[in-house]
């Protein structure tokens, strides 16, 4: 198998990824290491490998790191050949609790080894400049990507998740944000915030989008109709319980393509992926992905 790492992750992620190769050694199994120097380099590393029959490409990092891998594997003539393996070691690592992978180096190594290779829809998102990328779990603009573009890699690294709590704390004290604009699978619509969800998490362990499945080549697109204060927190409080898609102000749509208009960041999968508008759609693209 192949692993695709970032080296500069903290000493405890890095300490994980340590026992998770421990254990495949030990098993006998043959892994090559394929560090990263910046970002783009898991895309390239992916996308150039020659793998035999039913080869294993993993990993090793946060739901950035996976989406770019996956774009990699997507780009590879010989994508057919590869399954796609995940060893999390990210920040909240929303694929892991997508497919009910725990950090537990014996059951990451299990999943890896004997796990069940199941279909996983990637979605795509094409910027104004004609710049495309995949992304596995979800994509979002408004108040949403204000949030992820405001957190550093620094503060991120420093303080994972408390990171992003900060920001929305912080940005929901300010006042409102501009609206968005969009065209879902041709209707218009308005929102503040926008989540185009392939997958049912967010964040973490918190389900977003209940009816959302990543073998579904559509999305669940969430809208949401404010942004300002007290809307920010209650909203926050009823996505930790799972029942925000049943909040007012919240709406839920199922689509194929989705058309984002107006200004500003917009992210996928946890990092910033291209600025304001884009087109986000479901284009029929599979991986084979790794699953306990």
Same mark, same amino acid.
Do not use: K, M
């Given at each position: 198998m192949i692993v695709i790492f970032n080296p500069t992750a903290?000493?405890?992620?890095? %300490?994980?990824?340590?026992?998770? +190769?421990?254990?495949?050694?030990?098993?006998? %199994? @043959?892994?090559?290491?394929?560090?990263?120097?910046? @970002?783009?380099?898991?895309?390239?590393?992916?996308?150039?490998?020659?793998?035999?029959?039913?080869?294993?490409?993993?990993?090793?990092?946060?739901?950035?790191?996976? @989406?770019?891998?996956?774009?990699?594997?997507?780009?590879?003539?010989?994508?057919?050949?590869?399954?796609?393996?995940?060893?999390? +070691?990210?920040? %909240?690592?929303?694929? @892991?609790?997508?497919?009910?992978?725990?950090?537990?180096?014996?059951?990451?190594?299990?999943?890896?080894?004997?796990?069940?290779?199941?279909?996983?829809?990637?979605?795509?998102?094409?910027?104004?400049?004609?710049?495309e990328r995949a992304f596995l779990m979800m994509a979002g603009a408004g108040f949403d990507a204000a949030v992820v573009a405001a957190v550093t890699p620094g503060l991120k690294r420093r303080c994972g998740k408390g990171a992003y709590l900060w920001h929305t704390l912080r940005l929901a004290a300010v006042g409102?944000?501009?609206?968005?604009?969009?065209?879902?699978?041709?209707?218009?619509?308005? %929102?503040?915030?926008?989540?185009?969800?392939?997958?049912?998490?967010?964040?973490?362990?918190?389900?977003?989008?209940?009816?959302?499945?990543?073998?579904?080549?559509?999305?669940?697109?969430?809208?949401?109709?404010a942004a300002g204060g007290a809307r920010v927190f209650s909203q926050g409080l009823r996505l930790m319980l799972g029942v925000l898609h049943r909040a007012p102000g919240v709406r839920t749509l199922t689509a194929r393509e989705v058309e984002i208009s107006g200004v500003g960041p917009l992210q996928a999968d946890g990092d910033l992926a291209a600025r304001l508008p884009v087109r986000i759609a479901a284009t029929g693209e599979f991986l084979r992905l790794m699953t306990p």
């Open positions: 903290g000493p405890r992620r890095g %300490a994980l990824l340590g026992r998770v +190769l421990a254990r495949l050694h030990a098993l006998g %199994a @043959a892994v090559d290491l394929r560090p990263t120097a910046c @970002a783009g380099d898991a895309v390239r590393i992916a996308a150039a490998l020659d793998p035999p029959a039913d080869g294993l490409v993993v990993a090793a990092g946060g739901d950035g790191t996976l @989406a770019e891998v996956a774009e990699g594997v997507l780009r590879n003539p010989a994508a057919a050949r590869l399954r796609l393996g995940v060893i999390p +070691l990210g920040t %909240a690592n929303v694929l @892991a609790h997508e497919i009910g992978l725990p950090r537990r180096p014996a059951t990451i190594v299990r999943t890896l080894l004997a796990g069940r290779a199941q279909p996983l829809h990637a979605g795509r998102i094409r910027a104004a400049d004609g710049a409102r944000f501009p609206a968005v604009d969009l065209r879902i699978d041709g209707e218009p619509y308005r %929102a503040a915030s926008v989540v185009v969800c392939n997958g049912r998490h967010y964040g973490g362990p918190y389900r977003l989008a209940p009816a959302a499945d990543l073998s579904r080549p559509e999305f669940e697109v969430v809208l949401l109709d």
